[in-house]
């Protein structure tokens, strides 16, 4: 079984930092793209930021110069480093990869997702 597990979430001020991780654990044979994506209250998810398994990255205009997306494929983590912040940033951020699971077709997982706040 896969699991996708977020942490790093929290509270603070617009301007300020935070680091988000993602932890891919299981029965894993292969992770090929990974991405964070984030559903504020009210609206639905959307992407954030995408990267591959080669280590080529995209970005949404919106967090293009604050946010920071990175993956290590030794130990199946990914990162988010969000500065900057601002209180529109305020959402769930969601951990998705596909993956290819031992025994099993690739498909996509979720993780339960991590709660940014950004407020003074």
């Known amino acids: 079984q896969v699991q996708l597990v977020e942490s790093g979430g929290g509270l603070v001020q617009p301007g300020g930092s935070l680091r988000l991780s993602c932890a891919a654990s299981?029965?894993?044979?292969?992770?090929?793209?990974m991405g964070w994506y984030r559903q504020a209250p009210g609206k639905q998810r959307e992407l954030v930021a995408r990267i591959t398994a080669g280590g080529s990255t995209n970005y949404v205009d919106f967090v293009k110069g604050r946010f920071t997306i990175s993956r290590n494929n030794a130990n199946n983590t990914m990162i988010l480093q969000m500065n900057s912040l601002k209180p529109e940033d305020t959402a769930v951020y969601y951990c998705?990869?596909?993956?290819?699971?031992?025994?099993?077709?690739?498909?996509?997982?979720w993780g339960k997702g991590t709660l940014v706040t950004v407020s003074s």
């Open positions: 299981g029965s894993i044979s292969i992770i090929y793209d």
């Open positions: 998705n990869a596909q993956i290819r699971a031992a025994w099993a077709q690739t498909r996509g997982y």
